[in-house]
C-alpha cells in the first residue's frame, strides 16, 4: 500500500477530485497553504495499492496545468520603491509517493 500526498493549485482541485473518484480512487482534500506565495492550494491524500500509484499520478497529472504567478520580489517587506515583481512557475502538482506501514479501518 502507498500514500500519493499531491499538493494541487485551488483552480485544478476540482477536477482532480471528480477525476480520482471517477477512476476509483478514494481521496482525502485539505485545504492548505503554500509557504512561499501564502496562497491557498489543495492537499489530496490518496491511499492506494502499489500497483495503482502510476495511473493514480497520470490522473493527477492531466488535471493540474502549470501557472505563472507574479508576486513582490526582492525588497519583500521593505519600502514599496524598492520592491519589484519576480514570476514563478507553479504547479502543476508536487507529489510524494509514500510507503504505509498499516493500513486499517477500524
Ligand atoms: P508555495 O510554497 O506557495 O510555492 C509556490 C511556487 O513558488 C512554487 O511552485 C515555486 O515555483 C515557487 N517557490 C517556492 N519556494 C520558493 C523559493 N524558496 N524560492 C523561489 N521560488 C519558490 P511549486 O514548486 O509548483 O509548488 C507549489 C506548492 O507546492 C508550494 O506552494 C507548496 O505548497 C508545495 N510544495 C512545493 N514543494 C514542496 C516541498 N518540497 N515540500 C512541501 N511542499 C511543497
Not at 500526498?5 to 483552480?11: H, P
Request: charged content about 20%; some cysteine; proline content about 3%.
Amino acid at each position: 500500500m502507498k500514500m500519493i500526498v499531491a499538493i494541487v493549485n485551488r483552480d485544478d482541485a476540482g477536477s482532480v477530485s471528480s477525476a480520482l473518484t471517477q477512476a476509483g480512487f478514494s481521496a482525502t482534500k485539505l485545504a492548505t497553504t503554500g509557504g512561499f506565495l501564502a496562497a491557498g492550494n489543495t492537499t489530496f491524500i490518496v491511499g492506494t495499492d502499489e500497483a495503482r500509484v502510476d495511473e493514480a499520478v497520470a490522473v493527477i497529472e492531466k488535471h493540474c496545468r502549470k501557472r505563472s504567478q507574479t508576486v513582490p520580489g526582492a525588497g519583500y517587506g521593505a519600502a514599496p520603491e524598492t520592491m519589484f515583481p519576480v514570476e514563478v512557475t507553479v504547479g502543476g502538482a508536487t507529489l510524494f509517493v509514500l510507503d504505509v506501514e498499516r493500513f486499517e479501518k477500524i
